[in-house]
């Protein structure tokens, strides 16, 4: 409460959600000898990150009704357009605080599983890097900042999967690190020929030219070029071959990890920049939207039929990452087009549909790590996680049963829990939007998703027992704190089911800020930025419109 | 002098592209690295030519005069960054020789590892 008093009146705190994970990187560096000082300082830092992540959604989700509610800092008080801007909207401050919760689960489970020498005995710090680079994509107000972010989640995610690693995931590493390379090369090769051609990287900025129907036609070929940047952090079809490759070899733990964060960043991100910033240009969503769709729906329906034809759980989990990603995107590519002239009915189609992807998203964050630190678990019980070669871990831990079956079935979307209601709003404003087949593609996915869940279920937990240690119960892994995880995150889990209509009710705040995003462009550059004249397209003389607005700002 | 640099650029990525295409990893690796020069190049392309311009330092001359720094700063960062990727991938191909002996990607396959 009181955070978010001093939030309010003190936005620049929002970089604390930079500053926090930094400190806890450096300090736990330094203490990498003392294990347990290192445990204690990441779970502090992680709770103050929780916390101060509550606090930052609480300001803004209340304040949205009364004055737009966008907490935005400045840094070194340079105005808008030329220095760099951190802003915390509703939308970022629900992906705040979900990963604020999914790292705090994973870190208690790491810290309980994981050997003291994992990544080198530099686990701690790579974590808390990790924890920073995504905190930053999030609150991020412009793109040349967002490739910093992804750079630094990136290698946090490099060091963590090659540093003392086996043979077979070092392979898996170089097709991951190299893949992710060129991704990282595009999206600094498209920034720069976008400030060419737009003279900014400001998202509000852009934001503005774009509603103002400003952005020229040659720009066009640059924003579709982002989207094969972030359509490789996301594995969408046809870029996702990388991904089932890679996330099985890992231990799980670390699985958890980027299945919660890594994907749903670049779906995020999507959301950012194709709905908000260039959803509202028509050329745009004239060339994006029908390559989104189509790729939406192929992403989900090939992605689940992998998942039912694999036979080991992290296979089967890591392949259903893509199929997820499929919902989040067919959110993205309905809500794409809100303009200016459009009628309310279907202005609300649009934000229900984005609703349903930020919705889906979160949810997907917390259901997918959780699946994945089960497994975790089930491979230290039956020291396999072939589904030919393990069974019966029913009763030999009941707990973890029931807290798989929960998980598994929230991500089916069994209709009290959560899963249900995000594919649900998706499915309706598909509808809406009359593409009839992408709501058959999504209600096929959904029942082969429920498939390939079940067969984990029988196979895994209700069958005869079966595997190295299940049937020897002298062997018993300590499981404690790895369970204690998951359960803290199933709670989560089951609370956004039952609790579905507060969530979608920051979801559609969030959506809206997305779709209608006039209340994020004045917080941004200032009041009077929407009411100026139209100015013509002005393509290739922006080192003088630069040096005009330079001028009239400058600050000395 | 952009028609040249978008020249350059062309050859930089094919040769990229070309060196990525190989089955030895350093070749890759090299050819990622010219990746990010490229890109670099692509962003010096696309900012305003800086003949007849000033260096953007306030006070001094006319603001028209002034180059855009934006696209350097971009460029500066982008190159620190490459820095610190290159020096990871170069550690990882070592460490990799060290443990296989070969950087070829069909012999490490043949090895399982």
């Known amino acids: 409460m009181v955070i978010a008093e001093l939030m309010y009146m003190n936005p620049h705190l929002i970089t604390l959600f930079i500053v926090v994970p930094m400190a806890a990187g450096i300090g736990t560096m330094f203490l990498h000898r003392l294990k347990p000082a290192q445990r204690v300082t990441g779970m502090l830092f992680l709770l103050v990150n929780l916390g101060l992540s509550i606090a930052a959604l609480m300001t803004v989700y209340r304040g949205a009704a009364e004055h737009g509610g966008i907490l935005v800092s400045q840094m070194g008080n340079w105005p808008a357009p030329f220095g760099i801007t951190v802003v915390v909207d509703v939308l970022a401050a629900i992906m705040l605080v979900m990963t604020a919760i999914v790292c705090l689960g994973v870190f208690i489970f790491c810290v309980s599983q994981l050997n003291d020498q994992f990544a ?15 905190q930053w994509s999030f609150i991020t107000g412009d793109l040349f900042n967002l490739f910093v972010s992804f750079e630094i ?5 490099y060091a963590m999967f090659c540093v003392g690693t086996t043979r077979p995931q070092m392979r898996q590493a170089y097709k991951y690190i190299l893949l992710n390379l060129i991704g990282s090369t ?3 090769t498209c920034a720069g020929l976008l400030y060419g051609q737009l003279g900014t990287l400001n998202m509000a900025d852009i934001t503005r030219i774009a509603v103002s129907g400003q952005i020229p036609q040659s720009a066009v070929p640059v924003i579709a070029m982002l989207l094969l940047v972030f359509g490789i952090k996301t594995a969408i079809f046809p870029l996702w071959y990388w991904l089932p490759d890679t996330y099985h070899t890992m231990p799980a733990a670390l699985g958890g990890l980027f299945a919660g964060l890594l994907t749903k960043v670049g779906a995020y991100v999507m959301i950012r920049v194709f709905v908000m910033m260039f959803g509202h240009d028509q050329h745009v969503v004239d060339v994006l939207q029908p390559i989104i769709l189509v790729s939406a729906a192929v992403t989900m329906f090939l992605g689940v039929l992998g998942a039912v034809s694999m036979h080991s759980v992290r296979r089967i989990l890591a392949i259903h990452i893509i199929s997820q990603v499929g919902y989040m995107i067919m959110g993205i590519g309905l809500g794409m087009g809100a303009m200016a002239g459009m009628s309310d009915a279907d202005m609300s189609i649009k934000v229900m549909a984005v609703t349903g992807a930020i919705f889906f998203i979160i949810h997907n964050m917390v259901v997918k790590c959780c699946l994945f630190l089960c497994s975790g678990l089930m491979l230290q019980h039956a020291g396999s996680d072939d589904l030919d070669e393990i069974g019966g871990l029913l009763r030999r831990t009941p707990w973890l049963a029931a807290l798989f079956l929960i998980a598994a079935l929230s991500l089916a979307g069994l209709p009290p829990l959560s899963g249900f209601f ?9 509808f809406d939007s009359h593409y009839y087949w992408l709501v058959g593609f999504a209600i096929a996915t959904s029942l082969l998703t429920l498939l390939s869940m079940l067969k984990i279920w029988s196979y895994g937990f209700w069958s005869s027992p079966q595997g190295e240690h299940v049937a020897s119960p002298s062997v018993r892994p300590r499981t404690t704190g790895g369970i204690v995880a998951i359960a803290m995150l199933v709670v989560v889990a089951v609370s956004m089911g039952l609790g579905a209509q507060g969530y979608m009710n920051v979801s559609k705040v969030a959506a809206e800020t997305a779709v209608r995003p006039r209340g994020y462009i004045t917080a941004v550059l200032g009041e009077h930025v929407l009411d100026e004249p139209a100015k013509p397209p002005q393509a290739k003389q922006h080192p003088a419109t630069f040096d005009a607005r330079l001028a009239e700002s400058n600050p000395y | 002098m952009t028609i040249l640099i978008a020249l350059m650029v062309s050859v930089v990525f094919a040769s990229a592209t070309f060196l990525m295409l190989g089955r030895e990893l350093k070749g890759v690796c090299m050819g990622v690295f010219l990746l990010g020069h490229g890109a670099n190049l ?9 003949i007849g311009r000033v260096a953007p330092v306030l006070g001094g001359a006319d603001l028209s005069q002034l180059v855009d ?19 990871f991938l170069l550690t990882l191909l070592v460490l990799t020789w060290r443990r296989s002996q070969t950087l070829e990607v069909d012999e490490l396959a043949q090895q399982g590892g």
């Open chain 1, 120 to 134: 080198g005995g530099y686990f701690h710090p790579l974590f808390h890097f990790l924890v920073l680079g995504v």
């Open chain 1, 153 to 157: 989640m990136l290698m946090a995610s």
């Open chain 1, 186 to 188: 595009i999206f600094v």
């Open chain 1, 422 to 430: 995000g594919k649900w709003v998706l499915i309706k404003a598909s």
């Open chain 2, 42 to 50: 692509a962003i010096l392309a696309s900012s305003t030519s800086p």
């Open chain 2, 69 to 87: 720094p934006l696209p350097q700063a971009l460029i500066l960062t982008a190159i620190v960054i490459g820095f610190a990727v290159q020096a």
